[in-house]
């Protein structure tokens, strides 16, 4: 008989909602049960829908971690607790299931990594668990595009004043002293970071970690971190890479993500939804977040029950994510101010966003030739960025990070 997983869940409200979901979905095919969740933020009522279903509440984390009996623990909680909440659990010898990012710090997951040396912790890129990123890395990986020439990606994902005002830590470097880093390369659009160290990876399962970075980092919305990106870089085994990122245009361009090889090429567009390819594969599939977050508790309970041999993906695989995203802050010199003469403000019914002159052009420039902002001209980009070379030191002072 397949044992049933006890969870504990930290953090219930955002992101933490879908994560009850899919283990209740698990629990209802007798995999799983949800026994304790912990969040010092909800109100009665939350708390008493949960005592009606024998879910124990604890306002603090290490209260429940102390008085519960749990095999895995789920943290869905702001990224300047995913440190310390993590090495609570590992300390305990609890399977973890930690929200992407995993850190923001390479110093920091440099410490996790060293706490877990059996590989307990899954980071919930669930991006890589998708019908469309499994056909493209399948056809990497059994060679039908031949060597991987150049992997490149984009994305506009327009976000208004309703998405800075929703937490304390959105669009923030640190708080209290904890790093942060929020932006669409490290938050939003993290995924397709991830996905990058993916279709780079030697075999099937495995990420890989470039051996340059270079970027540049800019801000639109005043904030204290930035919201428009670009970088490019190279991997030891010679494959070139390209991200741009933004979400200061009016206008969406759904994420994509094009693979060129010697052989041929594919492109995952739409957000990832859909996969089309010069050799003949094509699949077109939009799957909800609920839908890639129950395939990711599929997985993680599979390793847990012994069917499968590790999670699809450990702190070890976020190395290059982590790696890459320390190297745009160091190469760009910190986060540049897009001087206000190339910014225009836009109101969505109460709420205002920011568009920046001819940045969802150069964001599809950046796509189709992986040149920087800078390097294409934007009369804006005055950034200068410095090439870096990974693997970093862990103890570099990254610009209004450390
Ligand atoms: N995988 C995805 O698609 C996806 C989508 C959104 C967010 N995220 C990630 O999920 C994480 C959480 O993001 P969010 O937007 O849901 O955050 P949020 O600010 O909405 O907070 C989530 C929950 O954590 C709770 N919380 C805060 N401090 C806590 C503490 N000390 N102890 C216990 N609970 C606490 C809050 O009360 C809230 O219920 C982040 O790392 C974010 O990047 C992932």
């Known amino acids: 008989m397949t044992k049933i997983v006890n969870f504990g869940l930290i953090g219930t409200g955002g992101i933490g909602a879908y994560h009850r979901a899919a283990i ?19 109100g009665e009522d939350k708390i008493a829908e949960f005592r009606s279903k024998g879910i124990h509440w604890h ?4 209260e429940m971690l102390d008085q519960e009996t749990l095999d895995a623990v789920v943290i869905a ?29 390479l110093g920091q997951l440099e410490e996790l990594i060293a706490a877990d040396p059996r590989n307990t912790v899954n980071v919930g890129f669930q991006m890589i668990g998708a019908a469309s990123t499994q056909a493209l890395k399948r056809l990497i990986s059994e060679g039908l595009l031949g060597k991987i ?46 996905t990058i160290m993916y279709c780079a990876g030697e075999t099937h399962d ?6 340059e970075v270079t970027g540049e980092l800019y801000r639109a919305r005043r904030i204290e971190s930035y919201d428009t990106a670009c970088l490019k870089g190279r991997f030891p085994s010679d494959i070139a890479f390209s991200l741009a990122v933004t979400h200061a245009t009016e206008n969406k361009f759904p994420f994509s993500i094009q693979v060129k090889g010697t052989l ?15 050799v003949g594969v094509s699949l077109d599939r939009e799957e909800s977040t ?64 920011f568009d920046v002159t001819g ?44």
């Not at 209740?24 to 909800?42: F, R, Y």
């Not at 090495?87 to 710090?105: H, I, M, Q, S, T």
């Open 77 to 105: 909680t702001p990224i300047p607790f995913h440190l310390e909440m993590t090495k609570a659990c590992l300390a305990r010898g609890l399977f973890v299931n930690l929200e992407k990012p995993p850190v923001p710090l």
């Open 149 to 194: 020439l150049s992997i490149r990606a984009a994305g506009c994902w327009p976000r208004l004043d309703g998405y800075y005002g929703r937490a304390r830590w959105a669009g923030k470097m640190s708080i209290d002293g904890a790093p942060i880093f929020d932006g669409p390369a490290t938050n939003a659009l993290a995924h397709v970071i991830h």
């Open 290 to 353: 609920q839908q890639l977050l129950d395939i990711n508790y599929t997985e993680f309970l599979k390793v847990l029950s012994g069917e499968r041999a590790r999670f699809p993906s450990t702190l070890r695989d976020t190395r290059g994510y982590v790696e890459t995203t320390n190297a745009i802050l160091l190469s760009s010199g910190g986060i540049h101010d897009i001087p206000m003469e190339f910014i225009r403000e836009y109101r969505q019914g109460e709420e205002a966003g």
């Open 359 to 402: 940045l969802r052009e150069a964001v599809l420039e950046s796509l189709s030739n992986g040149r920087l902002f800078s390097a294409q001209g934007c009369s804006w980009a005055i950034g200068n960025p410095a090439p870096i070379s990974l693997p970093l030191d862990s103890t570099t002072p990254l610009p209004g990070l450390t």
């Open 59 to 62: 306002a603090d984390y290490r």
């Open 264 to 278: 041929g090429s594919a492109t995952l567009s739409e957000d990832g939804a859909r996969l089309e390819s010069s």
């Open 24 to 42: 209740e979905t698990h629990a209802e095919a007798g995999l799983a049960k949800l026994v304790a969740v912990a969040d010092p933020t909800i």
């Open 206 to 211: 495995t990420f890989s970690v470039p051996s």
